[in-house]
């Protein structure tokens, strides 16, 4: 299999790319580039700037909100709130195993998004996820303190 033929093959399985057609997919590609992480390693850190989002290929990632882990796989998305925010960084995410992702430069991402309207509507069914399990974590909080 050619390296196209690869990435097609990993974004067909990523949900958030589910319903485009493969020019769509291969537009996806182009803006994106590929890139490895080693286990262990910081993809983004709390506090820096948001120069670019990441959709996971392979691998896994872990969440550090507040102490608390998030594990996040293949088709999983992370980066996307500072990029779309302009604020640095929520949260630290790192490697768990060795992870390759798309990675998708700030500059592109809003075009990118403007031009495959399905697949911004399906980041906003995730964002809309992580809202209401922070939200739980707060009433749970809020409840054990009252
Ligand atoms: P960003 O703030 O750019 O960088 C850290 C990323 O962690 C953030 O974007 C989200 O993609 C991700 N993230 C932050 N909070 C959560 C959460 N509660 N659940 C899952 N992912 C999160």
């Known amino acids: 299999m ?21 020019e769509q997919l291969e537009d ?7 890139v490895s992480f080693d286990a262990g390693q910081a993809i983004v850190e709390r506090g820096d700037a948001g120069d ?3 959709i996971i290929l392979s691998g896994a990632a872990e969440v550090d909100v507040g102490g608390r882990f998030h594990r996040l ?5 992370f980066g996307e709130m500072a990029v779309l925010a302009g604020k640095p960084r929520e949260a630290t995410v790192k490697a768990v195993e060795p992870l390759e ?6 500059d ?7 031009a495959n ?11 809309v996820e992580r809202l ?3 939200q739980d974590r707060l009433d749970t909080w809020i409840g054990g303190v009252w």
């Open 101 to 106: 992702a798309l990675q998708i430069p700030a």
């Open 2 to 22: 050619d390296e196209v033929t690869v990435g097609i093959t990993a974004l067909e399985r990523t949900p958030l790319f589910a319903g485009l057609d493969r």
């Open 52 to 54: 670019a989002m990441y």
């Open 73 to 77: 796989e293949r088709g999983d998305f």
């Open 132 to 134: 209401r399990e922070v």
């Open 28 to 34: 996806v590609l182009q803006v994106g580039h590929r």
């Open 117 to 127: 309207p399905q697949v911004a509507v399906g980041m906003l069914k995730s964002l």
């Open 108 to 114: 592109d991402f809003q075009a990118f998004l403007a």
